[in-house]
């Protein structure tokens, strides 16, 4: 069962409210001028969230890690692992 809600809101002289929770349960909050950005913001927390999920995660550690070792070598740091 997903997880996945969103709500907009709005108090009046103030921006609109988006709140969205994600498949996963994460929430997240943001505002905005319009509904209409409010909703596009709903949407793209939610496709991000396929596309994260949907990549290998080891690799992208891995990624990291050995951009991290590229870093500490171009600035003369000492090897850490």
Known sequence: MSKRNYSITRKQGEWYSAKVTD?????YQNYFETASEA?????????KEDWFNSVDSQELLYKAIQQCKEIDNKSNRRKIL
Do not use: E, F, R, T
């Not at 909703?39 to 496709?47: H, P």
């Open 23 to 27: 498949s996963y349960g994460n929430k």
């Open 39 to 47: 909703n596009d913001w709903i949407y793209y927390v939610w496709s």
